[in-house]
């Protein structure tokens, strides 16, 4: 990668940028060699020979704004001071510092009838979920990687909108990501110096995250990216990333890598004042940078101070208790063994291929991902009391002549009542789905319904 200093920060100049430069030096200085191949190659040639990139020191926090550096010491203190190059800063924000240089620099709140602060308190009402948005919009103004994704939940006109426009405006160069192509090197291009990734929205259920690759793109892991009619090239994201969904993330990793890294916030007010207001993120990012520019610092001050982001230990209940929420949601097998009643008993052998067909029927009538034979056993073996055997053959019973493997457990006989008219209930997990009602069989024979199994009820019956 090639940069080039623009007065307040290293910028990327790409391969098109790049050719044009070397064009323009070829028609200035040798116009018989000024051709498309010979910009291409000066270009290619002059980026090997470039100085490596000065490197900031690892514990250091400045933030490069349009009339100087901010500096945040470890104490949380802000002092401003000039750019420089030496620092090797790669991004600035598009806002000013109101500091002038060499002198200590104070965040001041934001004003309760400004419009960002008309915003805060229309869309953020809760004070406590309105520090930890702070924190999370801080956070993507230091480079990480923080092994940290923000997953913004809520249908529209919630804020959610206007605050991711807000943080995007703040920042030279953001790349847009799809979660189910997060793995795909050209997708991966445009990551590549970018100071935030940002996902607008979400494909609803398993498959709209690629999980695997999710966990890399956060996790400071090597990738590689690949630009068009360019080789491939090696990077480590160190930008934040920002998820706005209408939909709650679906996960089904059995192990907890991608929810560690997951802080879930629920936008939850609908049309509150800012709707009223046209463009109100552009009105804000032109008359009011400033004032976003100061909540920034003040959750970057926190940050610092602290040695990082909040833990999770310390989030406002009402997010701790929305992911674990989700956690149950997501954990299909869970869900499938509560339902129908499966427990560890030595004394039964019941056939694991018995086992998976009852729980990917469940997961099938209730709407839910079905996860693979492999997927499903690596979480059931993980359940309190199961434990798995020792060979790789696992326990075994002849069945019609036939060695079938199976596992110690019992499944209870499927539950169902007779109503006092003949009529039989059975409980099946059928999701937003009517009664269904079987054809009406002969007089004074049982007709059999088939219910959901929740929201039923009837003063007239009783079992």
């Not at 900031?56 to 349009?66: F, N, P, Q």
């Not at 010491?73 to 401003?80: A, P």
Request: include cysteine; proline fraction near 6%.
């Amino acid at each position: 990668m090639a940069y080039k200093w623009n007065g307040v920060f290293w910028d990327t100049v790409d391969q098109a940028n790049g050719t044009a430069l070397a064009t323009d030096f070829l028609f200035k200085h040798m116009p018989d060699k000024a051709t498309n191949a010979a910009a291409t190659d000066c270009f290619k040639f002059a980026t090997n020979m470039l100085d490596p990139l000065p490197k900031l020191d690892a514990g250091k926090v400045v933030i490069a704004s349009k009339n100087g550096y901010v500096h945040v010491e470890k104490d949380g203190t802000i002092t401003v001071l000039p750019a420089d190059k030496k620092l090797g800063l790669t991004f600035g924000v598009n806002a000013t510092v109101s500091t002038s240089y060499n002198k200590r620099h104070t965040p001041q709140l934001v004003p309760a009838n400004s419009l960002f602060g008309r915003f805060l308190a229309s869309a953020l009402p809760d004070l406590d979920i309105r520090d930890l948005v702070q924190e999370q919009c801080a956070l993507t103004l230091i480079p990480g990687p923080h092994q940290l994704v923000w997953w913004w939940v809520g249908t529209g006109g919630n804020g959610k909108g206007v605050m991711s426009s807000i943080i995007r405006g703040f920042h030279h160069r953001t790349a847009q990501i799809w979660l189910d192509k997060c793995g795909d090197p050209q997708a991966l291009a445009s990551c590549v110096n970018a100071s935030l990734i940002f996902t607008p929205e979400v494909t609803n259920g398993a498959r709209g995250i690629n999980q695997e690759a999710f966990k890399a793109l956060s996790g400071g892991d090597l990738l590689t990216a690949k630009f068009l009619y360019r080789d491939m090239i090696e990077f480590v994201n160190t930008s934040c990333h920002i998820v706005s969904s209408n939909y709650e993330p679906m996960i089904t990793d059995a192990t907890d890598g991608v929810y560690r890294r997951l802080c879930v916030v629920k936008w939850n007010q609908r049309h509150g004042t800012y709707v009223k207001i046209p463009n109100l993120a552009d009105r804000i990012l032109k008359e009011e940078a400033h004032i976003v520019l100061d909540w920034l610092l003040e959750g970057v001050s926190r940050i610092v101070q602290r040695g990082g982001f909040i833990p999770e230990s310390e989030w406002p209940e009402a997010t701790k208790v929305f992911k674990q929420s989700i956690r149950s949601k997501n954990d299909c097998v869970g869900a499938w063994r509560d339902y129908c009643g499966i427990v560890p008993d030595a004394s039964t052998l019941t056939p694991k291929s018995e086992i998976y067909n009852s729980y990917a029927k469940f997961s099938e009538g209730d709407g839910r991902h079905v996860l693979s034979p492999p997927q499903f056993w690596t979480r059931f073996w993980a359940m309190p009391g199961f434990e798995r055997p020792q060979s790789a053959r696992g326990d075994t019973q002849r069945i019609a002549g036939v060695q079938v493997n199976c596992v110690r457990a019992r499944i209870p006989a499927e539950i169902s009542w007779e109503l006092p008219t003949g009529e039989i209930i059975v409980q099946r997990p059928i999701k937003s789905a009517p009664p269904t009602v079987e054809p009406k069989a002969a007089d004074n024979e049982p007709m059999l319904i088939t219910l959901p199994d929740k929201d039923f009820s009837d003063d007239q019956w009783s079992f």
